[in-house]
């Protein structure tokens, strides 16, 4: 009886594989045979349109492409990046396709980084939220907003590793460590793509920036990178190919050279990683301008020569550069770009929008009525203000200062305790700021005793400087006077300092990531009242706080969070929601100490701290440890952990897996959500490794007293690295293990696991 039922259940799933393997393969053969037809049908000028991407704005570049409306109605554009305003205007722009001969609709692309109207925490501060469900879930609401408007593609997500927070763009990441920053990739990709590019709430991804950006030397942005092949592909390469089997339709190459050679012209990167290794089959699309600016790179003598070496390295889209819709033709005439490389890159454009249904219905998603219904939904914005106290990372607490009691007088003092566009970042071009729910607002609405006052200016404020461009020393005295008084009259005080949206981002890297100003000085002052003091940090990079934490009691890292803000730091403050961020970039004691990463090398001089030999690797004048470190975050409970449990600690072969095992206990008084990381350490191996790296890690919640067993499966796989001839393989031997609350606070254990 046994022996028919699994002949059964084989048959049915041989004829399922059967039937979806055709299905699929029809799907294949279909869309072949109509792009075939269509490019059959195309002049070699309506090819080029293909690979032109124009843009009305220059929002996010230095310049604007001219004649837009033009150059789309009579075809010799065929995408449009940041095109704005009414879902009414966005589909007028889409719809001038119509007006060309062929009728080919457009990539409809914006930069929807953390959200489209309503606006989530930055990556990087989500991303202290490890949890993927969450992530992916505020890029399916943006998907699902921005579609509604009549985007169908973003250039998100950016899965840049970064180490250096002077680079005011590490606020568009997921931090330090490839692991991670992978294991987000994927889920901002299926967040954005949905289950089917097809549907009309699902944007075609464009994974960024390739590669290596956040390497820029010293964080300067648009900066050479310059880095082993080893470095590469063990740390800053993981994420971009996480992000491409996770299916996404497009690729950014960047503004950086890579091994000396711009990414945008960089064969090896584009084409033979990138496609004959990766397998990559979607879009390149360049960064803006890249084509051109190779130029100023050196590699090309003039813009021609800078468009051949792009086409020839595999770029099949340039952005705002217009040099393909400008030589390409000519090159081809000449010889000296085939005709082949024109159709294979159009090919591949043409695939990505017949994979979004544009050719189906380029208008599926044109509904005015739609973005009411959908976009800033009480769901969203709950969804929203979840992320808000999610990313939210608590760095200090002394003597149980947090959480606030909800009838205590609240002195809130900083300058953007009642802003709302400073709760935005650089990237949040379509927030709704009227909806923004202020950090005074937030407050209010759960404990109406409260008083607020500026104490200070941001650097930028135009009223910080006098018309002489000198600060302002009596306006700074008057403000922090006033705090001070209402400072003085309160039971605790919430002190929001911290940077500017202004400083954050995109050609904005900064040399002093201090606490600008005279915020130490103000919570100096604050300090002296005696009164407990809350520090809340609005940052878009970790801030090299030095010794300024003994002003205050408890410290936040609260990011740049977006539409629901003040609602979710609330819920924070009040103890309605009990933090649970975890780092995913370390914070440095000072600026000497960058690059500062967890995943870093013993040396052949480690320094053990404290210890006297004066040969070591160290600094005389700073620790080597970081301020706060990977993985960081504390909560209103604690978490006890247990000795790690191993299922056995000598293994042999490659097929079997080893069980980690930890009991966390809540030992605290609160509920709360603990991350549990799992790092291990391969001490002796071809090539020098790291003193630890992430390999897995495991949310849970827990009640006051309850306690869990968590399990952690490790194989062969998890023990992989790229060794010195870059191949990616195990090499038997000793093995740690470290478990804990963070990349410092762990537990460790050790097995050997043989061929
Ligand atoms: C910008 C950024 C890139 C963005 C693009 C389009 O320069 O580097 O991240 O997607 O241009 O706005």
């Known amino acids: 009886m046994k022996t028919n039922l699994r002949t059964i259940l084989l048959a049915v799933f041989s004829l399922f594989c059967f039937i979806s393997c055709t299905t699929e393969k029809t799907h294949q053969n279909e869309k072949d045979e109509f792009i075939t037809k269509l490019m059959n049908n195309m002049f070699v000028e309506e090819k080029i349109a293909q690979l032109n991407l124009v843009t009305p704005s220059a929002g996010t570049g230095p310049f604007k492409t001219k004649r837009v409306v033009e150059k789309l109605q009579e075809g010799s554009a065929g995408n449009i990046l940041s095109v704005m305003g009414s879902v009414e205007r966005i589909h007028k722009t889409a719809s001038l396709a119509d007006s060309t001969r062929l009728k080919i609709p457009f990539f409809m692309a914006l930069d929807i980084i953390h959200g489209y109207k309503t606006i989530f925490p930055i990556p990087l501060g989500l991303s202290c939220s490890w949890d993927t469900v969450l992530i992916e879930k505020t890029a399916r609401i943006a998907a699902i907003e921005g579609t509604a408007m009549g985007y169908n593609q973003t250039y998100s997500p950016m899965v840049d590793i970064t ?15 490839p692991y991670l920053g992978s294991v987000v990739a994927r889920a901002v990709v299926k967040g954005y793509q949905g289950d089917d590019l097809n549907d009309e709430t699902s944007m075609m991804a464009c994974v960024k920036h390739f590669g290596l950006y956040g390497a820029s ?67 390149v699309v360049s960064d803006y301008n890249c084509v051109q600016e190779l130029i100023a790179h050196g590699v090309a003598a003039d ?49 990505g929008k017949y994979d979004l249904g544009l050719f189906e219905d380029p208008y599926k998603n044109y509904n005015p009525e739609k973005p009411a219904k959908v976009i800033l939904t009480e769901e969203n914005k709950e969804v929203a203000k979840l992320a808000v106290c999610k990313s939210i990372v608590l760095l200090k607490n002394d003597n149980n200062t947090l ?26 071009q379509t927030g709704d700021r009227q909806s923004v729910i202020t950090i005074l607002d937030g407050i209010r609405k759960l404990n109406e005793n409260v008083v607020c006052a500026d ?21 700074q005295f008057k403000k922090e006077k006033e705090a001070v008084e209402i400072a003085t009259k309160s039971d605790v005080i919430v002190a929001v300092l911290g940077e500017s949206i202004a400083v954050s981002g995109e050609a904005r890297s900064m040399t002093d990531i201090s606490l600008p100003g005279c915020q130490v000085e103000l919570l100096k002052k604050l300090k002296a009242t005696g009164k407990p003091v809350v520090l809340v940090l609005l940052s878009g990079r970790p801030l090299t706080l030095e010794d300024n934490l003994q002003y205050a009691d408890a410290v936040l890292e609260a990011w740049r969070p977006g539409t629901m803000a003040g609602a979710g730091l609330a819920d924070v403050l009040f103890g309605d929601y009990n933090p649970s961020g975890k780092l995913t970039m370390t914070f440095p004691r000072s600026l000497g100490q960058i690059p500062i990463y967890y995943n870093h090398k013993h040396t052949g001089r480690p320094y053990i701290e404290g210890e006297k030999s004066a040969f070591k690797s160290r600094y005389l004048d700073e620790k080597n440890d970081p301020l706060f470190p990977f993985g960081f975050g504390m909560s209103y409970t604690s978490f006890g952990y247990s000795p790690i449990s191993l299922s056995d600690t000598l293994m042999s072969g490659n097929t079997i897996q080893l069980d980690v095992s930890v009991d ?16 291990l350490n391969d001490p002796v191996a071809s090539v020098a490794r790291p003193v630890k790296e992430l390999k897995k890690f495991r949310k849970v919640f827990l009640q006051p007293g309850e306690s869990q067993r968590v399990h952690f499966k490790l194989s062969v796989e998890d023990l992989k690295f790229y060794n010195y001839e870059l191949k990616w393989d195990w090499e038997p031997g000793k093995f740690i293990v470290y478990v804990g609350t963070n990349s410092e606070e762990i537990q460790k254990a050790s097995f050997v696991w043989n061929r």
Do not use: H
């Open 217 to 283: 030397e010293a964080g300067r942005d648009y900066n050479t990178t310059d880095m082993s092949r080893l470095t590469m592909f063990q740390y800053y390469l993981p994420p971009y190919k996480a992000a491409i089997d996770a299916g996404a339709g497009s690729i950014m190459s960047s503004f950086n050279d890579v091994d000396g050679v711009p990414a945008t012209a960089n064969k090896w990167l584009l084409t033979d990683l990138l496609r004959d290794e990766w397998g990559f089959d979607g879009v």
């Open 455 to 475: 104490g200070t200016f941001f650097t930028d404020d135009p009223d910080y400087l006098k018309n002489d461009g000198r600060f302002d020393e009596a306006e």
């Open 664 to 679: 966390v206990s809540n030992t605290g008084d609160y509920a709360g959500e603990e991350t549990v990381q799992l790092y």
């Open 403 to 428: 959480p606030l009691n909800k009838n205590s007088k609240i002195a809130l003092i900083g300058p953007s305790v009642d802003d709302q566009f400073e709760m935005f970042s650089m990237w949040s």
């Open 163 to 177: 180490r250096d927070p002077r680079w005011g763009r590490v606020m568009e990441g997921a931090g330090e460590d």
């Open 303 to 351: 813009y021609k020569e800078a468009v051949k070496k792009a086409m020839d390295a595999g770029l099949d889209m340039d952005m705002a550069s217009e040099g393909y819709s400008t030589f390409l033709k000519n090159l081809v005439n000449e010889g000296a770009i085939k005709i082949e490389q024109i159709d294979q890159a159009c090919r591949r454009v043409l695939e």
